[in-house]
């Protein structure tokens, strides 16, 4: 080969390497476009694939940290700092707070966190949330409260779990209903790791809210943030681990899921493992949602959207470092998936325009 020729494929090499990263960069740097006002209440399942990858749906938002779909395809979200914002069903977000939760305490990773409607809403209008406060001097407790949603307000203040241990870091937060109807809340350990292991305290746990009262389903938990339901009526959740071994797991009533006394895959007779862990990687888990044979969830330092297939056992990641730190991910009303960024969090690097919420379309990530 003469050296002319060598030097024009190094040249053309060179220049295709740098098309790819060119094309990376615009990708990860492109400004995500907002959903059309009406788009949210007429695209319907059928035409869903027609989606971009990603869309803005809202943005300028406070560490929002849970948000949840009203039959209506309307969005209702909190924000840590203790205000409920919804976004109508043409995809409008409302300027201002439908709610300012007074006696929230916005304190590290306490605040106003989960969100969740009850399965007969239409009905019953009952909207309920899972907030830090204050008690006692110093003291940080967390509770689960039932409001009543009409005419964009809330009524009728009814405290349902109250008096789960708080700290600055270590609240869990998530609330969901199950396929049975009742209503499951996670707590994380509240930077005292013996709690988790002591059933007599609501802290490390998941608990259970039945006609009959409050009880613990799991227990051994750090600081668990994200809980989903598979087709078959699994029950899988993401967990925090110390600094690593970052933990999916499914959940089964009654059994203890190991922390303090053992992380990552490490065993002890009586406790159950992670289905998967980050090992020396750190996830940071947060919200999950089930989608379509895999568990999507949510991670905030690991600063990604992350995919595992229940078949297959793998794990993917998407938009590692493209749009920060991510909080939240919901499947839609519309057969796509929703997520929240976190990058006013304080650990995180906001751009002008964070937080935001993203429709993503799962077909083209």
Known sequence: MSKAKLILLIVLALG???????????QKHAKIPFIKTGEMQTISVVDATKAPRLSTVADNLEVPWALTFLPDRSIILTERPGRVRLIDKMGEL??????????????????????????????????????TYGANGNQTLNRVVRFKFDNNSFSDKTIIVDKIPGNVFHNGGR??????????????????????????????KILRVTDEGTEVFSYGHRNPQGITWDETGRLWETEHGASAT??????????????????????????????????????????????DGSIFFAGLRGQALYEYNIESKTLTPYLKGEIGRIREVVAGLDNLLYITTSNRDGRGIPDGADDKIIRINPAKL
Do not use: R
């Open 16 to 26: 295709l390497i740098g098309a790819v990263f060119y094309s990376q960069y615009l």
């Open 94 to 131: 409302l300027p201002d707070p439908i709610a300012t939760i007074d006696d929230v305490k916005q304190f590290g990773e306490g605040g106003l966190l989960g969100i969740t409607i009850h399965p007969n809403f239409s009905n019953n209008h009952f909207v309920y949330l899972y907030y």
């Open 175 to 204: 609330i969901k209903f199950g396929p049975d109807g009742f209503l499951y809340i996670t707590t994380g350990d509240s930077q005292n790791p013996s709690l988790a292991q002591n059933k007599n305290s609501l802290a490390g």
């Open 246 to 291: 970052d933990e999916l797991n499914i959940i089964e009533n009654g059994k203890n899921y190991g922390w303090p006394e053992i992380a990552g895959d490490q065993t002890k007779n009586g406790m159950k493992t992670p289905v998967i862990n980050s090992g020396p990687d750190t996830w940071a888990p947060s919200g999950a949602a089930y989608y």
